[in-house]
């Protein structure tokens, strides 16, 4: 349980880093009312960039106006469309989990599998 929320903990930091680069939130508390109203599913417990991830993953598409939902594109990326934008996203946050998994995780089991063999 512990290993487990570290490592949520840890995703949520890296989906957090991918969406503040491109979105910004304006108003966190227009953000939150809007996933709840929307009935989007969404954690609480992380913070309002993994929020906004939830909101454009369950609806980028029907989004005209990003101020309406709490946030804004940041000026380099205002060109995309929200969706475009999105799997642009979705794409750096799998290269940043995929890169920290291979770092972390399988040099762990190296590890692992090497000392049971020195035994």
Request: aromatic share 12%; proline share 3%.
């Amino acid at each position: 349980p512990e290993q487990k929320r570290v490592v949520d903990g840890r995703l949520a930091g890296f989906l957090s880093q991918c969406v503040s680069n491109k979105l910004r939130v304006v108003d966190k508390a227009l953000l939150q009312w809007q996933l709840q109203v929307q009935q989007i599913s969404y954690r609480p417990d992380h913070d309002e960039y993994c929020w906004v991830f939830s909101l454009i993953k369950a609806g980028a598409s029907q989004i005209d106006n990003t101020r309406d939902y709490g946030f804004e594109v940041a000026m380099d990326y205002r060109d995309l469309p929200l969706a475009a934008l999105r799997e642009q996203i979705d794409r750096e946050f799998y290269t940043l989990s995929q890169a920290h998994y291979e770092r972390y995780m399988l040099t762990a089991d190296l590890f692992a599998a090497s000392s049971g063999q020195a035994e």
